[in-house]
């Protein structure tokens, strides 16, 4: 997938500017697609020029004037072809702390508490990632049931894509607590 596909799905929630793409991007997709701020604007400006965007000059009194983009027509068909197209590629993990765990037995107990300390970051990482996926589920549901909401929506596909964050963060967790339980047996045999 480009990172122009998901800018365009970003694009469905409508006009942004790319400031407001970045922090959109952070809160929205970023369960499923990461990328800077930097990589964000260069793709704007690429897109435009494909005119699958278009940007409109919104003037400020005290602040630099803000362009808004929004997606045109071209862009609209672009990603109707991306999402019709064929299967997509299977998911391509690239994980150094996977690594690490991988290698935990190279050294001592010094080594494995190295790896204990990045599986403790990894666990603390997912329980803030899930506890604002919560956040964000609690602000769609709106108090409303989630079958209610799934029928009624405009949109179901961030709250399914958000759906999908959560699992991610609950597996991380999952993971990692057994991860950081069979370390602490470990280092507790090797030391004793």
């Known amino acids: 997938m480009a990172l122009r596909n998901a800018v365009m799905a970003a694009l469905l929630e409508g006009e942004a500017s790319g400031y407001d793409l970045a922090k ?13 701020p ?3 604007y260069r793709e704007l400006e690429r897109m435009e020029g494909e ?14 004037n803000k362009r808004l983009f929004s997606l045109t027509e071209a862009g609209r068909q672009v990603l109707r072809a991306y999402v019709s197209e ?3 590629k299977p998911l391509a993990i690239r994980d150094e702390l996977m690594v690490k ?3 935990v037995d190279i050294g001592d107990t010094g080594d494995i508490e190295a790896v204990r300390t990045a599986v403790a970051e990894r666990v603390e990482r997912a329980t803030a990632k899930l506890a604002r996926y919560l956040r964000m589920q ?7 049931s989630e079958d209610e ?9 961030p709250y399914l894509t958000l759906q999908g964050g959560m699992a991610l963060e609950r597996a991380n ?8 339980k069979r370390l602490a047996q470990r280092a507790a045999a090797l030391s004793g």
Request: proline share 3%; glycine share 10%; aromatic share 8%.
């Open 24 to 36: 959109g991007f952070e809160a929205s997709v970023a369960n499923f697609w990461m990328a800077t």
């Open 38 to 40: 930097q990589q964000l």
């Open 51 to 64: 005119g699958l965007v278009r940007a409109r000059v919104v003037q400020q009194e005290r602040r630099p």
């Open 86 to 88: 064929g299967p997509a």
């Open 101 to 103: 765990v991988q290698c």
């Open 138 to 144: 609690e602000r769609m549901l709106a108090g409303r």
């Open 149 to 157: 909401y799934l029928t009624t929506a405009e949109r179901v596909g």
């Open 173 to 180: 967790l999952q993971w990692g607590e057994t991860v950081l």
